[in-house]
């Protein structure tokens, strides 16, 4: 490794990445090996360089290529690291891509599930690669189902691109439904928050937002006559910021009406969404059942939802007290629960 290497961890945090979802990755032996990382290193960094060579990547005057201002590509590094999880969670296992250019850096990381090294090894037996790929090897199944890229659009096209051909893989847009976003701030606060006591609760380390767009509406097509849906157009998105002195108080107060609710059987959300929901409807009339979550941010995470449904997302280290999160809390962080979502 030359002396300018950069860790590949610190690349994954306080930076937005693209969702994907990835089907398992078939290659003789793991990923983690370091023949096969050695060789993919290689194998990318000379076609990436044939490209420019070939003049793919040269961009013309009126289309600017984001990758002409970062000048020659060094080299192409794929690494095995540990990505940590919240404190009291085993530790994820990945597969970073470290672009490195001499302006600047890119990066992608293929995530792996917890449990997931030894189910790659169990799962499916091993099989002939496929006849697309001519080769008589057999191949062994590596499940990293999902990827993150922070690449620019051209780049990111040949590096899924390279993923297919080499892998006999499947990548697509990961697409965040509905109740993610909600479930993952309920989950969040639950966990780096006690509800035991309103006066000695952790507080979160930053302010809570979260961004809330109005429902699809029918409306009439005057081509067809039919009921499309639509946005409304007078109002866009409503963003909410809630203190993080609030936040103790709020997961209090929606613990008394769970339980209350509980019993009468009226009601199955989590304390905290029990508590935004009456909030937001006795102070801004605002129904938050009708609502969609579009976007949160939190001192964890700031993960979000494009026009087409697709997820964008932003990890953050929370600096937290191990001593004092409560015991059993199941939430094994934003990333894990990514990686649930696209297996």
């Known amino acids: 490794m030359s002396n300018d290497a950069i860790d590949p961890l610190a690349l994954l945090y306080n930076t937005s990445f693209n969702l994907h979802k990835v089907t398992p990755l078939n290659l003789s032996g793991s990923l983690t090996s370091q023949a096969n990382l050695k060789s993919h290193s290689s194998r990318l960094t000379n ?41 009291g969670s085993c530790d994820l296992s990945a597969i970073a891509v470290v672009f490195s250019y001499e302006k600047i850096t890119y990066s992608a990381f293929l995530l792996q ?4 090294d030894a189910l790659q090894q169990t799962a499916q037996p091993s099989r002939r690669m496929s006849t697309r790929r001519a080769s008589s090897q057999t191949e062994q199944p590596n499940s990293y189902p999902l990827l993150l890229t922070r690449l620019p659009a051209s780049l990111q096209s040949r590096f899924i691109e390279y993923l297919l051909e080499n892998f006999d893989c499947h990548v697509s847009n990961l697409r965040i439904p509905d109740r993610f976003i909600i479930e993952a701030i309920e989950k969040h606060l639950n966990f780096f928050t006690s509800t035991n006591n309103s006066e000695n609760n952790v507080q979160p380390q930053k302010n809570l937002q979260i961004w809330l767009e109005p429902p ?83 001192g964890e995470f700031v993960v979000g939802v494009t026009g087409d449904g697709s997820g964008k997302c932003k990890f953050l280290q929370p600096k937290t007290d191990e001593r004092v999160l409560p015991q059993g809390k199941d939430w094994g962080g934003i990333i894990s629960a990514l990686v649930n979502l696209s297996s």
Not at 48 to 56: F, M
Not at 113 to 116: F, H, K, M, N, R
């Open 216 to 298: 699809l509406l029918p409306r009439a097509s005057e081509e067809s006559g039919l009921n499309k849906q639509g946005k409304l157009q007078t109002l866009k998105t409503i963003q909410m910021t809630f203190s993080r002195a609030d936040l103790p108080g709020m997961m209090y107060k929606g613990e008394e009406l769970k339980q209350k609710r509980e019993d009468e059987g009226l009601d199955k959300r989590g304390p905290f969404e029990l508590a935004f929901s009456l909030y937001a409807y006795h102070h801004m009339g605002i129904y938050v059942e009708k609502m969609k979550v579009s976007k949160a941010a939190c």
């Open 47 to 87: 076609l990436l360089r044939g490209d420019v060579l070939r003049g793919v990547r040269v961009a013309s005057e009126a289309v600017e290529d984001p990758t002409s201002r970062t000048g020659n590509l060094k080299r192409v590094e794929f690494s095995a690291i540990k990505v940590p999880s919240v404190p």
């Open 113 to 116: 599930g917890l449990g997931q």
